[in-house]
């Protein structure tokens, strides 16, 4: 099994800033993707931005420019830097791992959701 860990959320202002962090632990070998999502009562989850093992990134197209994502494969963590801050931001973003490998002789891949953590961006 796979567990992890989300933090950084919180209340903000527009226009500010917020660092999101995620940390996996469990039974790790290998990692395929780390990626953030968001989602808002009443909405689909939504894809934030995503980095596969080897440095690929993959943003929401309307958030290029505010957000950078980065991981540290040793550690198995993901970040997601959020700037100029929106009202419209304002979501549970949630953490996931994708074609997560449990050990040199695994046989398949599993995916794994963090438990959420709430943006809040008001005045």
């Known amino acids: 099994q796979v567990q992890l860990v989300e933090s950084g959320g919180g209340l903000v202002q527009p226009g500010g800033s917020l660092r999101l962090s995620c940390a996996a632990s469990?039974?790790?070998?290998?990692?395929?993707?780390m990626a953030w999502y968001r989602q808002v009562p009443g909405n689909q989850r939504e894809l934030v931005a995503g980095m596969s093992s080897g440095g690929t990134t993959n943003y929401a197209d309307y958030l290029k420019g505010r957000i950078t994502i980065s991981r540290d494969n040793a550690k198995n963590t993901v970040h997601l830097q959020m700037n100029g801050l929106k009202a419209e931001d304002t979501a549970v973003y949630y953490c996931k791992v994708e074609g997560v490998i449990e050990s040199p002789f695994a046989t398949h891949k599993s995916d794994y959701w963090g438990q959420g953590t709430q943006v809040t961006v008001s005045s």
């Open positions: 469990g039974r790790i070998f290998r990692i395929d993707s």
